[in-house]
């Protein structure tokens, strides 16, 4: 060794370079390589839901109760109406038939005192208010009801007790808000304690409302709801297609079934 010192240290170089190599002392590139395993940690928002979460923030509130409410069938539907509407009509009917039937029998007695009930119902003399009390048929009430509440469906009907889509324009009285508006004001509908309630509200308005006084005129020569119904084009602004529309309801659902015949004192 002594004859090639420079051979021995050049021996012992390399040994001691290999042995740092094999050891991993000379990888320069690793320690700028760690970061990438903390990566996928580091650029996941705080905020973020695991995947199996998703679905759940997802899914609109209203959207869960729809899929719990079971649907009827059209049948079902118009049972249910018949059922809470028609007893209540015939109620209010037989109710106002009676007290035309007296009022009109008083006149015939000469009895004129009457200055409270015309002015309740607009009337000048005694055969206007003849034909304000005189009640029209169930038919046409049972037809308008069924059309106005979507057959006891709409949300008129369910929050307000409102079966005939009666405006109100009352400030202080009970009504609630439509979901639509005219132009920017918003459109109030009568708020009624019970559906009888609002069934004798859309008589009287029937009775004594200025744009329904050919209805009114009409209905002292017949009971005919098909030939009534065509005084009634200022109920809607649909006009003739709403008295056509309220005709096929009568004659498919056959409610002129439900008229009755005159109360006799």
Request: hydrophobic share 35%; proline share 6%.
């Amino acid at each position: 060794m002594r004859k090639y010192p420079f051979l021995s240290m050049a021996l012992i170089v390399i040994f001691f370079a290999l042995l740092m190599t094999t050891k991993g002392w000379f990888h320069p590139e690793k320690e700028s390589s760690a970061p990438e395993t903390n990566t996928p940690e580091t650029n996941i928002p705080e905020a973020s839901p695991p995947e199996t979460s998703a679905p759940e923030t997802n899914i609109p509130e209203a959207s869960t109760p729809k899929k719990m409410v079971p649907q009827i069938s059209v049948e079902e539907k118009k049972s249910r109406f018949k059922a809470v509407i028609i007893p209540a009509i015939n109620e209010v009917y037989s109710d106002l038939m009676q007290q035309y039937l007296e009022v009109s029998e008083s006149i015939q007695a000469g009895d004129d005192e009457f200055t409270e009930l015309k002015k309740k119902y607009k009337a000048t003399n005694n055969d206007e208010l003849l034909m304000a009390l005189k009640p029209h048929p169930q038919s046409i009430a049972i037809a308008q009801a069924a059309m106005e509440s979507s057959w006891a469906t709409s949300r008129f009907f369910k929050e307000a007790n409102n079966v005939f889509g009666v405006w109100s324009y009352n400030k202080n009285g009970a009504r609630i808000a439509a979901g639509e508006k005219r132009g920017d004001k918003t459109v109030w509908l009568k708020k009624y304690d019970s559906v009888e309630a609002s069934i004798r509200d859309y008589y009287r308005t029937l009775a004594r409302g200025d744009a329904y006084k050919e209805f009114r005129i009409l209905k002292m020569e017949t009971n005919d709801p098909y030939e009534l119904i065509k005084r009634l084009h200022p109920y809607s602004e649909k006009r003739e297609e709403y008295i056509r529309e309220l005709s096929t309801i009568i004659r498919f659902n056959k409610f002129d079934t439900y008229d009755q015949q005159p109360i006799t004192l």
